[in-house]
């Protein structure tokens, strides 16, 4: 490569390097965010049906589309080791993380979520949830 | 540019997405993969005392270390609403990201995990673990 070619290549390098710190943008974004968790567990009335689980975690994912939500993650008690501390009693668990106090509240108001303890809240008979905030 | 040296960018602009593709490589890989979450919560002996919780947060932090961690949140209580559902008397939250169940027993019998058990237990008198897997 001559040298103009060379000053070329580094320009258009710089370009693609530049287009790959935009999409990592919402990563980097949210580096200095004290990030706000949110995870609730659900005890279904019936544990034993697979078909109110499925409709529960069914309505779960609907939330997915609300625009506040960085991040979902959707589970059942996974196979770990069985101790005293572990409590693997509950149905399904979902874990939500914000990047703020302000949109875990519109996330709370939002009407798909609203819809969602409309259709599903006959299904559980228990519900815990904790908040954390990022130290 | 010429035809020659156009291949060259081309080829040296392929090993630099390649680059960026192998960087990247910890989120593609475990797009597929169902995500294991081990969240702890915990009851300080003295939760009044800030000397205790910064002990904890201290050992919690050195679990980051620990090279099957994907991702750790370390948090408090969030002011969120008060609602009979929410559990805010816990005095710290460890959320860990995994990529399989391996990784997680990985976790359990690293020496530092060890090591943060030996020096902080003394601190708590109540922990809940709930382990979930995505679904």
Redesign the interface.
Known sequence: ??KQ?RR??IA??GL??AG?AASAFPFNKAKNKR?????V?FWLKNPGSKENLDKL?AGLKTLRKIETVRKI?????????I?P????T?S??E?LLFDD?AR??AY?DHPIHKKFIENCSGLWEK?????????
């Open positions: 490569m001559n070619n070329k290549f258009m390098a693609l390097s790959s990030i706000v968790i949110h995870h567990l975690i993650y959707i589970g059942v008690p996974a196979s770990t080791e101790r501390v572990i409590d693997s509950y399904a668990s874990i106090l875990q509240k709370q519900v815990i949830v904790y908040d954390s905030i990022d130290v």
